[in-house]
């Protein structure tokens, strides 16, 4: 069985060992200074040696479809191409980046922030179907205001068609691989997700996306190694009746492995934006910063709704407690039903978890996110000690203020004097 040090090929690609730095939202934005901003955020990892970088999710799209503020867009190839310092910098510590395509669809900024809702009053969002009677429910309540425009079938062509484009843009800026964000309530997973699609056309089978998409990206791209998130809506709340089980689940991977992904990222999610994404515990530091408070007010349209938000984290962070490596099921179980790589992430936490899973045939390789705000040069003591874990403590202080369009970093101070530590010890440096 392997260990975390030896190579893997993902398609044509060689990493030089199993541990990755997935998808983390980075909010560079879209101006002069986002190829420096990216590479303060992605060089350390590189410099530490990890195998692999996933950029975090950038839209397709010059309009509509973030899903955080500052998120990155890639559908202009002259400013695409600028991300080239980028690649390099990364490559000259002996790394690989592939870049995630997203388009955010019913989750889009339009539909939650207010303050960009009234930046921008003529958006609507992309939807699949006729939102959910739930969403629907929210809207006329108030909590979220819903102006869905739903997709003819020419238009989801046109959409797929973006993200080929935007994967050939990034391919010709030096990007090793390609990541579709196919979770986390974006439009793919609204594709994939009976709770969204209810569609009568061809795309009524929401796999029919992914495989137009695959095309699109074979077009444009070439034969670029190919990843994606294979959802499972095993956290979505008791009222919603139709969502994808596990064996759905299991079933949209086989088929993602017979088109000819290169490799899988099994997670188990909700059909909404919620802590089932970031499990742990409630931010509490992060909802009482008090140089953050007046955004949430913004964010959330007053500060009654911003407290009835801080309400929900509390309330989910006892429902989506941080237990260890909760994707693991799900990915051992793809794992023995396809033949090529499968990754696994979420609530990866120590290197001798990450020795069991590999040894155990878990998954080929395993990758952390929240614990690189932490400790951003964190694969350096990954790699040289076999007992080393993680400073994050799953708080979520660092996640919750990106919503009013803070740096993602960590704020917890006593994790911050425990990585001071190790960088006085010298255990950040590349072995």
Same mark, same amino acid.
């Given at each position: 069985m392997p260990s975390l040090h030896d190579p893997v090929a993902l398609g044509g690609v060689t990493l030089p060992n199993r541990l990755y730095r997935a998808p983390l939202l980075e909010c560079a934005g879209n101006g002069p200074d986002t190829p420096a901003i990216l590479r303060r955020k992605l060089e350390p990892a590189a410099a530490s040696g990890v195998g692999l970088i996933f950029q975090g999710a950038t839209i397709v799209r010059g309009e509509g479809g973030c899903a955080a503020p500052g998120m990155t867009r890639v559908h202009d190839p002259a400013f695409v191409s600028e991300l080239t310092e980028v690649t390099d910098t990364i490559h000259d510590h002996g790394s690989h980046i592939f870049i995630q395509l997203e388009h955010g669809g019913l989750r889009s900024m339009e539909t939650w922030h207010a303050g960009y809702r009234a930046e921008h009053p003529n958006l609507t969002q992309l939807a699949v179907s006729k939102p959910p009677g739930f969403l629907r429910a929210l809207d006329r309540l108030g909590v979220f205001s819903y102006t869905p425009h739903v997709l003819s079938t020419d238009e989801v062509y046109d959409l797929a068609a973006d993200f080929g484009r935007a994967a050939g843009h990034a391919v010709d800026a030096g990007y090793d691989g390609i990541h579709l964000a196919g979770a986390n309530m974006g439009i793919i997973q609204q594709f994939l997700s009976p709770y969204y699609n209810r569609r009568t056309d061809e795309f009524a089978d929401g796999f029919r996306f992914l495989e137009t998409v695959y095309d699109e990206i074979r077009t444009h791209a070439g034969d670029v190694p190919l990843v994606t998130k294979i959802p499972a809506e095993t956290a979505a709340p008791w009222f919603v009746r139709r969502k994808l089980s596990v064996e759905d689940g299991i079933e949209l991977a086989k088929r993602a492995a017979n088109l000819g992904f290169d490799a899988l990222v099994p997670v188990e999610v909700s059909t909404f934006w919620d802590m089932s994404i970031v499990r742990g515990r409630f931010p509490a530091r992060a909802w009482h910063l008090e140089q953050l408070e007046p955004g949430y007010e913004e964010v959330f349209g007053g500060r009654m709704r911003a407290r009835a938000v801080e309400m929900g984290n509390r309330l989910q962070a006892r429902r989506f407690s941080d237990a260890e490596g909760w994707n693991e099921s799900f990915c051992r179980t793809v794992r023995a039903a396809v033949d090529? /790589?499968?990754? !696994?992430?979420?609530?990866? &936490?120590?290197?001798?978890?990450? =020795?069991?899973?590999? *040894? *155990?045939?878990?998954? =080929? !390789?395993?990758? !952390?996110? &929240? /614990?690189?705000?932490?400790? /951003?040069r964190l694969a350096a003591r990954l790699l040289a000690d076999a007992e080393s874990a993680v400073v994050c403590a799953s708080c979520n202080n660092c996640t919750i203020p990106q919503v009013t369009g803070a740096d993602g970093v960590c704020r917890t101070p006593s994790v911050l004097r425990r990585r001071g530590e190790f960088e006085h010890a010298g255990a950040y440096d590349p072995k």
């Open positions: 090529v /790589p499968v990754l !696994m992430e979420g609530g990866v &936490r120590t290197r001798p978890q990450i =020795d069991r899973l590999l *040894s *155990s045939g878990a998954c =080929d !390789m395993a990758g !952390m996110a &929240r /614990p690189f705000y932490a400790e /951003p």
